[in-house]
Structures are given as C-alpha cells and as structure tokens.
C-alpha cells in the first residue's frame, strides 16, 4: 500500500498523525519513496496538486490534500473523499491591494481559478481569471490585477504586503482521499486506518 503525503507546512502533521497510528517513516533523505515501520506501507512526498493525480490512478491507495486543491478538479474521480483531518487549517478568501472602482471586468489572480469563477458567477460578477502558480500577493501590488484569491492561514502575507481580505469564500481543510478499487480490494486494512486515524484524531482533540 502506498500513501502519499503533501510537501510544505502539513507534512509535520500528518507524520505525527501517523506516528499515533503506528507509522514510522524517515524522511530527512531525499528518497523520493520511504518504507514505513509497518511492512506492507510505504510513503511517497508529493507535491499537493500531484496528490489527486496519483490517489485518481491508482498508483497511490491513500493521500492527504487541502481541500482546496479537491475544489478544482474537474474531471470524473476514482477516489472517495474520507475523512477531514482538521488539520492545516486555512480559508480561501477574497483579497484587494485596494479599493476596486469602476471596473465592470475586474481582473482576479488565483491559483484557484475553478474556485473563484464559481465564487463570482454566483454573485453574477463578470471577471477576467488569470491564473498564477507562484504568490498571489504580488499581482494585484504590481498592477497585473484587481483582486486576489488565495489561502489565508495567519494573515500574516496579506498584512505585510498591504493587502485587506475582503470576504471568506470558504474554509479549508486536510481532507483523505482514497482510491476506489484500493478501497473494495484493501478494504479491510483501509478501514483499519481510518478507524485508527479518526481515534487519534478525537484522542488529539481532547488534549
Ligand atoms: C500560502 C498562501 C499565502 C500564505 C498565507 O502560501 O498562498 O501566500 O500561505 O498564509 P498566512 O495567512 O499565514 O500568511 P504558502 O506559504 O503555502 O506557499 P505557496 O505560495 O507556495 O502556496
């Protein structure tokens, strides 16, 4: 079985998830695939917007991804969404450099452009997308666009760039997904884990 796990500020949490589960891992390497302590698990690092792709094709059984990242998919899914972790906690939410006026096209910068298309169609707000993959933060600074959607965890990049979010489009969470057939063939180790996730997860909670 393999489970893909996102690179960046999460990857700490889910391993030490894992570890209340019994699963010990070794990543200060630069091995792309890792054996686990428990003989039939392995773990792969990935970058977040790889995980569905892995978890869709059945290469990985399980991952773990923002559900951010779920929200832009828009092709059919081989996978089930499980459980919300509650963990890496954030919003997706509406940012401006300043006041938009007069703009009855205004341009949006995101990575999230499935997300903020829906966003604005739904407040029947004609607008430009661009999307961008590196920080959002700078576009609408430089000018290349009037508003922003992007994660918002502390506030802390929104502030010290000057930018005022503007409205929460929605909050986000770890979410685990896992692979259709790996769920009827795996089942019952599958199971197994997500029983003893959501446990150590209550457990966590209590602390
Ligand atoms: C995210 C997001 C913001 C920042 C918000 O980027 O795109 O830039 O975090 O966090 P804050 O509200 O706590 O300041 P991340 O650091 O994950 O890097 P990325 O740009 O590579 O996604």
Redesign the pocket.
Known sequence: MLIVLPK??LLKEIKNLLELIGIYFEDSSRKLVMDTSIKNIKVAILRSWDIPKFVNKGIADMGFVGKDVLNEIEDEENFYESLDMGLGK?RLSLASYKKVTNSNKPIVAT?YPVTAKAFFASKMQNVEIIKLK????IAPILGLSDYIV?????????KENGLSELEVIQDISTRLIINKSSFKTNNQMIETLIISMKNALNENLKD
């Open positions: 960046g500020r954030c990575k590196g920080a959002i933060e992007d994660l918002v965890q502390t506030g802390n990049t929104l």
